[in-house]
């Protein structure tokens, strides 16, 4: 069965292969884990995966790797293993440290954002340099949120999944009062 990461029309790699393809072949000593490339030049490929580990292989490496060819003594085989993009007999915690590096990974995106700035006006009577909010006059209250923003923006704020909110209230705080 050919390999469809090889693509002799161009004699260039691809991206894309058949999922039947990371399955680990009866003779083969090790499976290859879920991983994204691209080439970084003509002969060097950068190797990524869902946890954040990458590699950078030359392009007889990767296509060799892919292709369950790459011996266990390359030197790239246990930067491979120790980066997770393949498991062998020897990764006892391979895919459990993977799928824990890629929780934790994610761990900030499920109680989503605890910090929530709302700026209540674009006056203001001071001229901070690290501040959006301009100096306008008092009378310029057409820059100033409106009491109807200003409830559902705090609805949007307590739909938050985060067990703990901050908001933060930049401009001049007058119109809250």
């Excluded at 057409?142 to 703990?164: G, I, Q, Y």
Aim: net charge positive; glycine share 2%.
């Amino acid at each position: 069965m050919p390999w469809h990461f090889l693509n002799p029309a161009f004699n260039q790699l691809t991206k894309f292969a058949l999922p039947a393809e990371f399955r680990e072949p009866i003779e083969a000593k090790y499976q290859l884990a879920f991983f994204r490339f691209s080439p970084l030049d003509g002969e060097r490929y950068v190797l990524s995966n869902q946890a954040g580990e990458y590699l950078v292989l030359p392009r007889a490496v990767l296509a060799s790797f892919v292709r369950h060819e790459l011996s266990s003594t390359d030197p790239y085989y246990s930067r491979l293993r120790h980066r997770h993009f393949l498991f062998d007999a020897s990764s006892n915690l391979g895919r459990a440290l993977l799928a824990n590096k890629v929780r934790t990974k994610a761990k900030r995106l499920e109680n989503f954002t605890s910090l929530h700035i709302m700026v209540v006006s674009l006056r203001c009577e001071h001229s901070c340099p690290y501040c959006q909010v301009s100096r306008q006059s008092e009378d310029r209250s057409a820059f100033d949120m409106t009491e109807e923003t200003a409830e559902k923006a705090l609805a949007l704020v307590f739909r938050s999944p985060s067990p703990s909110i901050k908001i933060e209230f930049q401009g001049d705080l007058a119109p809250l009062i």
